[in-house]
Nanobody
Framework: FQLQESGGDSAQTGGSLRLSCAPN???????MAWFRQAPGMEREAVAS???????TYADSVKGRFTISKDDDKKTVYLYLNTLKAEDTAIYYC????????????????????WGQGTQVTVSS
């Protein structure tokens, strides 16, 4: 089982990007999420989406980022809008294949598989 991320790039403050994540076992996944890690910082949650499309967002990105999925294309997207310098990080896609009860959607412990990450750099 693998996750392939794409879409990381450089952008200016206020700009937009779209990240994509395509797992090769799409229909065996309960929930998918995006996390990010800035230099010198711990990895933090960004957003998640479950099989029925319920989404959860970190407070830092609410109103600016949108997570969505296309079941036909077997792909999960993260739309990054109104980018800020503090959004600069490596963004990781994660998948929950073995359902874990009692963990919140943005809890990293919930996710069994991780992509290699894609770099997002925001500058003024």
């Amino acid at each position: 089982f693998q996750l392939q991320e794409s879409g990381g790039d450089s952008a200016q403050t206020g700009g937009s990007l779209r990240l994509s994540c395509a797992p090769n076992g799409y229909y065996g996944v309960f929930c998918m999420a995006w996390f990010r890690q800035a230099p010198g910082m711990e990895r933090e949650a960004v957003a998640s989406i479950d099989t029925v499309g319920t989404t959860t967002y970190a407070d830092s990105v609410k109103g600016r980022f949108t997570i969505s999925k296309d079941d036909d294309k077997k792909t999960v997207y993260l739309y990054l809008n109104t980018l800020k310098a503090e959004d600069t990080a490596i963004y990781y896609c994660a998948a929950e294949r073995f359902q874990t009860a009692g963990l919140e959607p943005l809890d990293q412990r919930r996710y069994d598989y991780w992509g290699q990450g894609t770099q997002v750099t925001v500058s003024s």
